[in-house]
């Protein structure tokens, strides 16, 4: 494996652990798509190598509101960590993080074993459940800018993520409406169609996208079909949800700062 390569995940993994911004990595090098999903994997093998178990995949850019804030136009996809999952109705301490923001999102629970080529109608019969989720992306390049190589090598700003209770299936989700409120307050709305027209297509993607990986969607993972509508970037003491009719709630609170910081 080329050191070029994995000194560029050494130096993503350092700057999210030590929380601490970089530079793009665009600005010095180029990087193909290939050799930025390369370095994701030598980011997440690092985690790996920590203890850190797989629990699914994100999908990132499955929306124009998210494609638009960021001005990444692609199709991207992430690799999520047990390390990253936060329990509904928790905290999250925000000096883990560099810049975190939250998005309101819907996970697929996988039933099924899925990988490849799939039809929307195979995809969906191998999901046992839905539920309303949260990501909290914390990109690792300065001012949360970056090329679409530089956001698939830093495992597309995955930080962490706050799914809600477990739904059967309903009947049609490709039009639920989509609230994210911050402090009880609405602070974006959007609807599951603005996912690809439907968010089974990012589930159709996600087993393509990993089967190209050489991996699979197994029993118990979680996909996120990526954020309806754009990001919040998160302050101390805040309260978010979000809501997806007709399949529930998922809240979290973030940490007042802590002493020290306060003030700053
Ligand atoms: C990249 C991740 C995009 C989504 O849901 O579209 C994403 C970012 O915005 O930093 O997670
Ligand atoms: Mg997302």
Known sequence: MSARLDSMAEKLDEAAIGQHAI???????????????????????R????????????????????MIQMG??????????????????GHLALDEFIHPRAEPEIAFLIGERLTGELSEQTALAAVRSVAPALEIIDSRYSDFKFNLADVIADNCSSAALVVGPWQPLPGDIDNLDVLLEIDGQPA?????????????????AAARLVAQAGLELEPGWVVMAGAATAAETLRPGMRVRATVSGIGGVTFSCDEAPREKQGR
Not at 51 to 66: I, P, Q
Not at 188 to 204: D, E, M, N, W
């Open 188 to 204: 974006q709305s959007g609807s599951t169609a603005a996912i690809l027209g439907h968010p089974v297509r990012a589930l159709v």
């Open 23 to 45: 530079a793009q990595l665009s600005i010095d090098t180029s990087l193909s798509v290939a050799d930025a999903y390369r370095v994701q994997n030598l980011l997440v093998e």
């Open 72 to 89: 990444v136009h692609d199709l991207i996809w992430g690799q999520l960590t047990d390390a990253m999952l936060v329990s509904d109705g």
């Open 47 to 66: 985690r790996l190598a920590r203890g850190e178990k797989r629990v699914g995949v994100k999908l990132g850019f499955t929306s124009r509101a998210k």
